[in-house]
């Protein structure tokens, strides 16, 4: 597809394309012209990937594309590859999958089915108290209790500890990764607040008999020919609980916000399980709700016809990748009865986000409550999006419940 409008002098750091939508056009353009953009905001290039086969190739070699550099444009700093970081989203390649190893049990099986089971039970109380045709605040009244709920019991907070961190876990739903001074301040003082509630609660953990969650797990592993120290395990809870509760909920948030705007879409799909699950994955191809991640290169690599330097930058445009001509059909619109092809909404091969069926689990369970309770989702006002350019996050969703 050709872009038939002038996309020059455009800026990928600028949140407001992403929030008026005219990031499509560009990244049409990008993919079109085979064009590699160039980040010049500071002394290391930044080049954007933004065809699905290369931020592929990026998240299946994490030896070649290191994410040890941070995982944002406005954290990007090379200087950090140096320094090999126990938090698994930037460990390098081994640590990372031994970190992950001792982690996934606590996003699988029966964790998993709890998480679903009382994601559910949320879904009819909501369903349950919304007055037909009465509008009520998604966000508030669902998803940001959906997600902090999900990850008080996945992270296995001890008891008393639960209740001392969820107005941290709250407010991570708000923070929007913006590089504007007051969006940075406000991140810092979420961040320090969620980790020292953390340290506090796997330092309690380690003194019960039996810690519980991802706390539990990590207490118990051996990583290296060695168990995590109290600061090693807190770090890892910090990066789930990060990026896990903000994505679970702006990932629900922003899927009410697309169902309530096209009801004919969901007409069936939540008596048959396998209607849902591609009703579940085209939806996650749309929203995106991860627009980037970065990495940096750990050797000279070839891509798109040109030779990137060690060192250099590399910043994966997931949705980008989603809306790539190559590999999906018209994919700027929203069809839940496309063909499956598997999206890069939660990276792939061994950059695979962990929490990935949780996530889908919980949409999973919103759905279900939606066809249950033989309801549609009605938009009472226009849903307000983060300023961002690495969450499409919704900040505030107005519905109607009718019946």
Same mark, same amino acid.
């Given at each position: 597809?050709?872009?038939?409008?002038?996309?020059?002098?455009?800026?990928?750091?600028?949140?407001?394309?992403?929030?008026?939508?005219?990031?499509?056009?560009?990244?049409?353009?990008?993919?079109?012209?085979?064009?590699?953009?160039?980040?010049?905001?500071?002394?290391?290039?930044?080049?954007?990937?933004?065809?699905?086969?290369?931020?592929?190739?990026?998240?299946?070699?994490?030896?070649?594309?290191?994410?040890?550099?941070?995982?944002?444009?406005?954290?990007?700093?090379?200087?950090?590859?140096?320094?090999?970081?126990?938090?698994?989203?930037?460990?390098?390649?081994?640590?990372?999958?031994?970190?992950?190893? /001792?982690?996934?049990?606590?996003?699988?099986?029966?964790?998993?089915?709890?998480?679903?089971?009382?994601?559910?039970?949320?879904?009819?109380?909501?369903?349950?108290?919304?007055?037909?045709?009465?509008?009520?605040?998604?966000?508030?009244?669902?998803?940001?209790?959906?997600?902090?709920?999900?990850?008080?019991?996945?992270?296995?907070?001890?008891?008393?500890?639960?209740?001392?961190?969820?107005?941290?876990?709250?407010?991570?739903?708000?923070?929007?990764?913006?590089?504007?001074?007051?969006?940075?301040?406000?991140?810092?003082?979420?961040?320090?607040?969620?980790?020292?509630?953390?340290?506090?609660?796997?330092?309690?953990?380690?003194?019960?008999?039996?810690?519980?969650?991802?706390?539990?797990?990590?207490?118990?592993?051996?990583?290296?020919?060695?168990?995590?120290?109290?600061?090693?395990?807190?770090?890892?809870?910090?990066?789930?609980?990060?990026?896990?509760?903000?994505?679970?909920?702006?990932?629900? /948030?922003?899927?009410?916000?697309?169902?309530?705007?096209?009801?004919?879409?969901?007409?069936?799909?939540?008596?048959?399980?396998?209607? =849902?699950?591609?009703?579940?994955?085209?939806?996650? =191809?749309?929203?995106?709700?991860?627009?980037?991640?970065?990495?940096?290169?750990?050797?000279?690599?070839?891509?798109?016809?040109?030779?990137?330097?060690?060192?250099?930058?590399?910043?994966?445009?997931?949705?980008? /990748?989603?809306?790539?001509?190559?590999?999906?059909?018209?994919?700027?619109?929203? =069809?839940?009865?496309?063909?499956?092809?598997?999206?890069?909404?939660?990276?792939?091969?061994?950059?695979?986000?962990?929490?990935?069926?949780?996530?889908?689990?919980?949409?999973?369970?919103?759905?279900?409550?939606?066809?249950?309770?033989?309801?549609?989702?009605?938009?009472?006002?226009?849903?307000?999006?983060?300023?961002?350019?690495?969450?499409?996050?919704?900040?505030?969703?107005?519905?109607?419940?009718?019946?």
């Amino acid at each position: 597809m050709s872009s038939n409008h002038d996309v020059s002098g455009f800026d990928l750091r600028d949140s407001s394309l992403f929030v008026d939508g005219r990031h499509e056009e560009v990244f049409a353009h990008l993919r079109d012209s085979n064009s590699l953009y160039v980040d010049s905001n500071g002394n290391v290039p930044i080049y954007s990937l933004v065809r699905y086969s290369d931020v592929e190739r990026a998240y299946k070699e994490p030896e070649l594309f290191s994410p040890c550099a941070g995982l944002t444009l406005d954290a990007f700093d090379p200087a950090g590859s140096s320094s090999l970081s126990w938090m698994l989203e930037t460990a390098p390649p081994d640590r990372h999958r031994a970190l992950r190893d /001792a982690m996934q049990g606590g996003f699988r099986g029966a964790q998993l089915s709890a998480i679903g089971d009382e994601t559910a039970e949320r879904v009819e109380r909501f369903l349950a108290s919304a007055a037909n045709g009465g509008a009520v605040e998604f966000v508030e009244r669902f998803s940001q209790g959906a997600a902090t709920a999900m990850m008080s019991s996945l992270l296995g907070l001890p008891q008393g500890e639960e209740e001392r961190l969820f107005p941290a876990l709250r407010a991570i739903g708000e923070v929007d990764f913006g590089g504007a001074p007051d969006s940075a301040a406000h991140r810092q003082r979420i961040e320090f607040l969620l980790l020292r509630g953390l340290a506090r609660a796997v330092r309690s953990a380690r003194r019960a008999d039996r810690p519980r969650g991802l706390i539990g797990l990590l207490l118990a592993a051996e990583v290296e020919g060695r168990p995590l120290s109290d600061q090693e395990a807190a770090l890892n809870c910090f990066n789930v609980a990060m990026a896990g509760t903000g994505a679970a909920q702006h990932t629900l /948030a922003g899927a009410a916000a697309l169902w309530a705007g096209r009801p004919a879409e969901l007409a069936g799909a939540g008596a048959d399980p396998k209607s =849902r699950r591609r009703l579940i994955d085209e939806t996650l =191809r749309w929203l995106s709700p991860v627009l980037h991640l970065t990495r940096v290169l750990t050797a000279e690599v070839e891509i798109s016809g040109r030779r990137l330097p060690k060192g250099a930058g590399v910043c994966l445009w997931n949705v980008s /990748a989603n809306r790539d001509e190559q590999v999906f059909e018209d994919p700027a619109a929203f =069809r839940p009865d496309r063909p499956p092809a598997r999206n890069l909404a939660f990276g792939a091969g061994p950059q695979y986000c962990l929490g990935a069926e949780i996530v889908r689990a919980q949409l999973d369970a919103l759905l279900d409550g939606i066809a249950r309770h033989g309801v549609r989702l009605e938009l009472a006002g226009p849903p307000r999006w983060m300023r961002s350019n690495a969450i499409a996050g919704v900040e505030s969703l107005p519905l109607r419940v009718l019946r």
